[in-house]
């Protein structure tokens, strides 16, 4: 099955940019989705197809992809910003097609 | 508003069955894919399997760690969603999602979750 690969952690301090990375064998072929999930919270997507900012996320927020590898990037980074990030693709190469996520990334406003 | 409420969580012995809604409203629904996620404490988020709109069948897909065991099913005349979950495994604990599926699959609406606890 396709496997996503994103650091476990990021940490940034306020103002800065962060970027969140998901690695993905030719995940560039692929549309990336990312969501934004606070504890105890629901998730909330954050960007779809690549790049595509959902109305009322701050334009902030946005995504590329390319390669082997997607980008979140968060600018102006804030407190409230802290929050679990997942990446997730539909995979249709295979004979079971799956929504497939990222193990998530835990971003850290210093 | 988009809204949407799941219900029927709760403590379940191993083996058995539970079933849970996803009551939707401020959309048509028979428009959409309905999907169900889940997320085991302190776990990351999972897929549970998904149904299709009417007009692309009403089709259905499931994660492996679940085909066989849970069913997805929908009523658009009640724009209720359902996950029937037999055979129930203690690695089935979590919380789960009712989600609106999009374009090539991604979710733009959450419930709030319900959670399932299986243990004896």
């Known amino acids: 099955s396709y496997v996503l690969t994103q650091p476990p952690s990021v940490s940034v301090a306020p103002g800065q940019t962060a970027r969140i990375t998901c690695g993905g064998n030719n995940i560039g072929s692929k549309s990336v989705h990312w969501y934004q999930q606070k504890p105890g919270q629901a998730p909330v997507l954050v960007v779809y197809d690549d790049s595509d900012r959902p109305s009322g996320i701050p334009e902030r927020f946005s995504g590329s992809n390319s390669g082997n590898t997607a980008t979140l990037t968060i600018s102006r980074v804030e407190a409230g910003d802290e929050a679990d990030y997942y990446c997730q693709v539909w995979d249709s190469s295979s004979d079971h097609p799956e929504v497939v996520f990222g193990g998530g990334t835990k971003l850290t406003v210093l | 508003e988009v809204q949407l409420v799941e219900s029927g969580g709760g403590l379940v012995q191993p083996g058995r069955s539970l079933r849970l809604s996803c009551t939707a409203s401020g959309f048509t629904f028979g428009d959409y894919a309905m999907s169900w996620f889940r997320q085991a404490p302190g776990k990351g988020l999972e897929w549970v399997g998904f149904i299709r709109s009417k007009a692309y069948g009403g089709t259905t897909e499931y994660a492996a760690s679940v085909k066989g065991r849970f069913t997805i099913s929908r009523d658009d005349s009640k724009s209720i969603a359902y996950l029937q979950m037999n055979s129930l495994k203690t690695e089935d604990t979590a919380v789960y999602y009712c989600?609106?599926?999009?374009?090539?699959?991604?979710?733009?609406?959450w419930g709030q979750g319900t959670l399932v606890t299986v243990s004896s």
């Open positions: 989600t609106r599926g999009m374009g090539i699959y991604y979710f733009d609406y």
